[in-house]
């Protein structure tokens, strides 16, 4: 299926979709999230529109608030214990991710459940734990990426962080899911419910993993913790913002992720783009108008652009600033402008001094700073130069 990273076991899938048609009864896809912040993030989307696409062909979209798995705190990834949260804010961040989820999927009773896993993990007695914990071994536990490097570190890991996976695996039995999607980070929790599902006497869930979305930042994972994000509930003005502001090497990456676009016409966005046959910010606008529209309306997607366009462009483009020529010899064989060179031309200056005013950020496009010595001239042509404090280092580029 478009936009999967793996569907597991091999096979699983089309077993499920034809059990399902023999039956003639939609499948079962679940999806847990955990409520440790406020508010949902585009990386929550990723797995969300994937959980749309269900409903869009006919499918149950079961939708699990983790009010209580959010107790324990989900150790993927984790290379230390989370902080345990308090329930109040659990309790509240739980209500705000049911709001936003609705931003994405359809709430039509017949194609959504919403469920709160403390409806059956809450009422669990001991007797029935020690049945649950019996189906499984610290050996396997151990066996988590993330555990292992803990382990073998000399980390602590506490008993509560082995029950999550547990946790998670049983919320698969409670609600006899089908299918349960997840980021590549959540296949030994995946597992889990498979396990327990056959303990329990029921047909094991087929898995689809999907990619984890990088931040604004281009590197990390998009997370609250560390600022990178971008929230389904912001000001679509500051959303369009943040999505300008990306890195353009992950701005393929957002389209993919974030868009239901075929694959042919993601390829085809490639080759452009690798080309300079398209300017990078022009791609990028797009991309802030798709993800806004889907998310908010074609009325927030234009006023947001429209916003956009008045600080970031038609002001500075106003203003009195010279024109900055780029000559036929200025552009590479493969569409590149060696920009410490053309630098050199407009403003005086050596090579190398510009050369180390770029790796210091010193120099912006249309208020990016630049991070490459090397810049297609689709990018440059029309773009705002700013190489310093100065008006005399300032201008518009205009294309060969």
Known sequence: MIGAVEVLPEGALEAKLALAEREGRPLRVKLGVDPTAPDIHLGHTVVLNKLRQFQDAGHVAVLIIGDYTARIGDPSGRSKTRPRLDGA????????????????????????????????????????????????????????????????????????????PLAQGYDSVAVNADIELGGTDQVFNLFMGRD????FGQEPQAIMTLDILPGTDGVERMSKSTGNYIGVAEDPRDMYGKIMSIPDEVMLTYFRLLTPHHADELSRMEREYAGGAVNPRDLKARLAREIITRLRGAKAATAAEEHFDSVFRRHESAADLPNLTLEPGDVEEDGKVFLPAVLERWFGQTRNEWRRRIQQGGVSLDGEPVSDLTVSAAALSGARLKAGKSAKTQGLIQGA
Do not use: C
């Open 89 to 164: 804010v659990i309790d509240g961040n739980a209500e705000t991710y049911k709001e936003q989820a609705f931003h994405i999927l359809d709430d039509d009773p017949e194609r959504l459940e919403i469920r709160y896993n403390g409806e059956w993990l809450a009422p669990l007695s001991m007797e029935q734990l020690f049945e649950i914990t019996a189906t499984t071994t610290v050996a396997r536990i151990l066996e988590r990426d993330d555990f292992a490097k803990r382990w073998a570190a000399h980390q602590p890991i506490s008993m509560l962080e082995m029950l999550y």
């Open 196 to 199: 327990l599902q056959t303990h």
